[in-house]
């Protein structure tokens, strides 16, 4: 039998880039921000994907 893929729990900085269609550079700024979420993992920048819909949230709340 295959192994099932474990269901993916964070994003790369460019999965999230292409996600919210933005640029690399921005995200990785946001990452430079140091807002809550992101990690190092080796030598990628990570967010937990609750992580980043919290962030979604809260970006959507100020617009509002």
């Known amino acids: 039998m ?3 893929q474990p269901i993916k729990s ?3 900085v460019p999965e999230v880039a292409k996600e919210l269609n933005l640029s690399v550079i921005t995200v990785r ?3 430079n921000k140091k807002i809550k979420g992101f990690y190092k993992m080796g030598k990628e920048w990570r967010i937990e ?3 980043l ?3 979604l949230e809260e970006l959507k709340n100020q617009a509002e």
Do not use: D, P, Q, S
Request: aromatic share 26%; proline share 0%; net charge positive.
């Open 53 to 55: 819909e919290a962030f």
């Open 10 to 12: 964070y994003y790369t």
């Open 29 to 31: 700024r946001y990452v």
């Open 2 to 4: 295959a192994e099932k």
């Open 49 to 51: 994907k609750e992580k």
